[in-house]
């Protein structure tokens, strides 16, 4: 490989796959854009390599954010580079490693009681950072910083909370306080909530739509065939009174597949794996149409869901995020949720996809392995397809008198205001049948000498502090909110958490929790984790690892030590992040 004129750009790997069909070269037209975060100042030649051969690419200058790409012409079998290939292995000065797209947001602050007593939050069921962040590692890179929402991480596993004593309660809420691992003058509070189960046999009948990305992004075996392989679990899952669609999109969408008993597994099955990518993505019009014969074939009382199998790589439709965003708000509002399903790694719109599926009343998985998908479409299917609670938050409030500051670990996208939380009209997560929610939230007590924040010459809050003196044995009162489906007003759960008096080393469960949530805030810097290590984080997940007859924990530990190892041995990962 070599540079010419232009020294800083950077070509990446081996290009895996480089030719693009016609309908992707009637997309790209004469001069494809690549989008970068910033343009070269001149032009230059870079070689691509291409299997065993060599291939110059002209990159000309441009406006920012966008550079003209000028294929070089290739041999008659391979008429023409792929601008998404090319793409990949491209960099300019101060762009990240990766194309991906992720929200950027800063982690949760500490925050002081007398000034903030007041927590509020949406609750957020989605696991997709988690087997995301493990994609980056097995291909031996630290994940980007924004890719890391440490709640994901913590809700990917399950720590046994108690089952609600019937279905009048959709869920059960426990809380448990222990030290902190990563910091002995703080305590660590965890709230977990567990729905109540539903087995598969007893699930209401579904009407569901598959919402598939047949673009020419999705032409590698990461994305289209593992997507085939894991649908093909849903689809073994289901039965007679179910009825499923099919809908796919590239450069228009269509209907290849029109409701079809769940018992016709022939019919599923030949229409799924006959489908081939190429073309560019309007996934726009593809969510119009799925929802469209959703609606046609909606089940009163049944689970009418949409599941979107893509990339994220939404380029052709509307003229915007947010004109997609509005149309799934509107269509949630019938009854039908969107649940989105993400594969791939190069072009991947991790953003996008969390977004779909939070507007939609659904949940967010990205499915980076077959296992995955087994966990995700069989193992936890009726916590995928069956909503019970709608519209959760969860709202604490800090005692003043015990509690001098705290912290909430993760859902920074997920914040909510304190006016909020009784206001029915914002809308919040949801919780299917057998999901669990843990939250997590480090907290220094009064006079305990934990405290982050400087103290204040003229303390502002006073009162409060000494009206609160009835309530010493509380650290803090919390609140949730929910609906049932079907349902507009919401109800109320309430009760004190109260201070166990001990500063001991809490339940295997809880402490696993927490080795996840280091982990996750390890990878995001660490900044309040003290001198806590990738070692110290593997060897608490290790001593509370307790039951784990799938081997999630496991693995857990193994990917904590490869991300130690990277993150010595990998400098140009943790330049980016």
């Avoid at 081997?551 to 010595?568: C, H, I, N, P, W």
Wanted: hydrophobic share 40%; proline share 5%; net charge neutral.
């Amino acid at each position: 490989m070599h540079f010419k004129t232009f020294p800083v750009v950077l070509v990446m790997a081996t290009l895996a796959a480089c030719a693009v069909n016609e309908n992707e070269q009637q997309a790209a037209g004469a001069e494809p854009a690549l989008n970068v975060h910033s343009a070269p100042k001149e032009s230059a030649i870079v070689t691509v390599p291409m299997s065993a051969d060599s291939y110059k690419v002209k990159v000309e200058p441009g406006t920012p954010g966008k550079a003209g790409l000028s294929p070089m012409q290739l041999p008659a079998s391979r008429a023409f580079i792929s601008t998404n290939a090319v793409q990949n292995y491209i960099r300019y000065p101060g762009e990240p490693l990766y194309r991906e797209s992720y929200q950027h947001f800063e982690s949760q602050q500490v925050m002081r009681v007398t000034s903030d007593p007041v927590s509020t939050f949406s609750i957020d069921v989605d696991t997709g950072a988690y087997t995301n962040m493990r994609r980056w590692l097995d291909r031996g890179q630290l994940p980007p910083q924004d890719a890391v929402r440490v709640e994901e991480f913590v809700n990917y596993f399950d720590y046994d909370y108690p089952l609600p004593e019937d279905r009048q309660t959709p869920f059960r809420v426990s809380t448990e306080i222990a030290a902190t691992p990563w910091n002995p003058d703080t305590r660590l509070l965890r709230i977990g909530i567990q729905g109540y189960k539903v087995p598969q046999a007893q699930l209401p009948a579904s009407n569901l739509v598959f919402l598939i990305d047949v673009s020419g992004s999705m032409n590698t075996a990461d994305k289209l065939p593992l997507l085939q392989q894991a649908l093909t679990l849903l689809v073994n899952q289901l039965g007679a009174r179910d009825r499923i669609s099919m809908v796919v999109y590239a450069g228009a969408s269509g209907v290849v597949l029109p409701p079809t008993a769940g018992d016709h597994k022939a019919d599923i099955l030949a229409a799924l794996q006959q489908l081939r990518a190429g073309g560019s993505t309007n996934g726009a019009a593809g969510i119009r149409l799925a929802y469209q014969l959703a609606q046609q074939n909606y089940i009163p009382a049944g689970v009418n869901r949409v599941i979107l199998a893509t990339d994220g790589d939404f380029n052709v439709g509307l003229a915007s995020t947010q004109e997609l965003l509005d149309l799934i708000q509107r269509k949630r509002k019938t009854g039908i949720a969107l649940t989105t399903l993400g594969f791939g790694s190069g072009n991947y719109n991790d953003h996008l996809l969390e977004q779909l599926a939070d507007e939609g009343n659904g949940n967010y998985a990205y499915i980076d392995r077959l296992n995955e998908a087994r966990k995700v479409l069989s193992e936890e299917l009726s916590a995928t397809l069956l909503t019970i609670a709608k519209d959760v938050k969860i709202q604490i409030e800090f005692n003043p008198a015990r509690v001098a500051e705290y912290r909430l670990i993760g859902y920074e996208n997920r914040a909510l205001n304190e006016e909020d939380f009784a206001n029915d009209k914002v809308d919040a997560g949801d919780i299917g049948a057998g999901h669990r929610v843990t939250a997590l939230y480090e907290i220094s007590l009064v006079g305990a000498g934990g405290q982050r924040l400087p103290p204040r010459r003229y303390q502002a809050d006073t009162a409060s502090a000494r009206s609160s003196q009835s309530f010493n044995q509380e650290l803090a009162y919390l609140r949730i909110r929910y609906k049932l489906p079907g349902e507009s007003i919401s109800k109320l759960i309430e009760s004190p958490v109260m201070d166990s008096g001990s500063n001991a080393r809490g339940s295997d469960s809880f402490n696993f929790a927490a080795s996840v949530a280091a982990f996750g805030q390890k990878l995001r810097g660490g900044k309040y984790l003290e001198s806590f290590s990738f070692t110290d984080i593997a060897q608490l997940a290790r001593r509370s690892r307790g039951d784990d007859p799938l081997g999630y924990r496991s693995e857990f530990m193994q990917l904590v030590s490869l991300a130690g190892t990277l993150d010595k041995t990998n400098p140009v990962a943790k330049r980016d992040r």
